[in-house]
């Protein structure tokens, strides 16, 4: 049940709705969790929320330390918000490329950013950007008083989704899921809910980026998608996985204008992709599958780099 006393007891529980307007040819169900229905817009509050709640169980959090993050824009405020509601400084690191809008929502949370110039500029995102982050992040974090949450090897966020995602999306089908479709960022995600559903039967199908597709053999370079890898992280387990697609940016970024204008669903880039996933994923499955994904945050993170008209 959730707790009414603090912002954080909004976090998770969020709708899940079916697809109409771009629903599949071939009748198949693509249900859609509305993840950018958490406090700060984005799936992302349920991972900070296990990461500081995981440490704190596990005594690595002194009260009045600054938690240290490398983030494209959804994590970064995410912990910024749990952060401040637990009393925590929190120090975030991001790259140039990411929207103004991520930088703005960062500052009026109240992290203090450390900007990491990027490779290619906005709004082209690289594995070397992440790499630099990480870099930077890590040289902060040894620092006296900060804790690094390290998202990309940090333990507690899987287990939170399979706990409590996974379960959701579980009950909130009735048990009809038969497939979950999710794009690559930490991986904690697709994991966790992989942990949570597999047992069941259930379909689990990963996502990457085209124009990154470290899984699927494709070119190492840049992408749309803000929040996805494009290399392999180190949660990555294939034995956890039935199948892996390539998305193209223009493809997610179609979608991602459809999404809004046909279902009234206004999420970004990488639900585009999700939902072109989906949409893959209901070709193998055929017209009786009922395939879940996920918005994972709201278009408003994108408005400077992705108008949505036609």
């Known amino acids: 049940m959730t707790d009414p006393s603090s912002i954080l007891g909004a976090i998770?529980?969020?709708?899940?709705?079916?697809?109409?307007?771009?629903?599949?040819?071939?009748?198949?169900?693509?249900?859609?969790?509305?993840?950018y229905l958490n406090p700060t817009g984005s799936m992302k509050d349920r991972m900070a929320l296990a990461m500081v709640e995981g440490a704190e169980?596990?005594?690595?959090?002194?009260?009045?330390?600054?938690?240290?993050?490398?983030?494209?824009?959804?994590?970064?405020?995410?912990?910024?918000?749990?952060?401040?509601?637990?009393?925590?400084?929190?120090?975030?690191?991001?790259?140039?490329?990411?929207?103004?809008?991520?930088?703005?929502?960062?500052?009026?949370?109240?992290?203090?950013?450390?900007?990491?110039?990027?490779?290619?500029?906005?709004?082209?995102?690289?594995?070397?950007?992440?790499?630099?982050?990480?870099?930077?992040?890590?040289?902060?974090?040894?620092?006296?008083?900060?804790?690094?949450?390290?998202?990309?090897?940090?333990?507690?966020?899987?287990?939170?989704?399979?706990?409590?995602?996974?379960?959701?999306?579980?009950?909130?089908?009735?048990?009809?899921v038969t497939g979950f479709v999710q794009g690559i960022g930490t991986a904690a995600s697709l994991m966790g809910v992989a942990q949570a559903l597999r047992p069941h039967g259930v379909f689990i199908h990963a996502l990457e980026p085209a124009g990154s597709a470290a899984l699927t053999g494709g070119p190492r370079g840049a992408f749309a998608m803000q929040g996805w890898a494009g290399f392999v992280v180190p949660q990555w387990n294939a034995a956890m996985v039935d199948a892996v697609d390539a998305i193209g940016d223009?493809?997610?970024?179609?979608?991602?204008?459809?999404?809004?204008?046909?279902?009234?669903?206004?999420?970004?880039?990488?639900?585009?992709?999700?939902?072109?996933?989906?949409?893959?994923?209901a070709e193998r499955l055929g017209p009786g599958a009922v395939i879940v994904t996920l918005a994972v945050d709201s278009a408003f993170k994108y408005l400077t780099v992705s108008p949505l008209a036609p």
């Open 57 to 176: 169980r596990d005594e690595l959090l002194r009260p009045g330390d600054t938690l240290v993050e490398y983030t494209s824009g959804s994590t970064g405020p995410s912990l910024a918000l749990v952060g401040r509601a637990k009393g925590y400084g929190v120090r975030i690191v991001m790259a140039d490329c990411f929207t103004e809008e991520r930088f703005q929502l960062l500052r009026v949370l109240g992290a203090e950013i450390d900007v990491v110039p990027s490779v290619e500029g906005r709004p082209r995102i690289t594995t070397r950007d992440i790499e630099n982050m990480t870099r930077r992040a890590e040289e902060l974090a040894r620092e006296p008083g900060h804790y690094a949450t390290d998202q990309f090897n940090n333990p507690y966020p899987a287990i939170h989704h399979r706990d409590h995602l996974g379960r959701e999306i579980w009950e909130q089908t009735q048990g009809r």
């Open 12 to 35: 998770g529980n969020t709708p899940l709705v079916r697809l109409r307007g771009c629903a599949p040819a071939n009748g198949a169900e693509v249900w859609v969790k509305l993840e």
């Open 250 to 281: 223009d493809e997610a970024k179609a979608m991602m204008l459809r999404l809004a204008g046909e279902d009234g669903i206004f999420a970004g880039i990488s639900t585009g992709a999700n939902v072109v996933g989906a949409h893959r994923l």
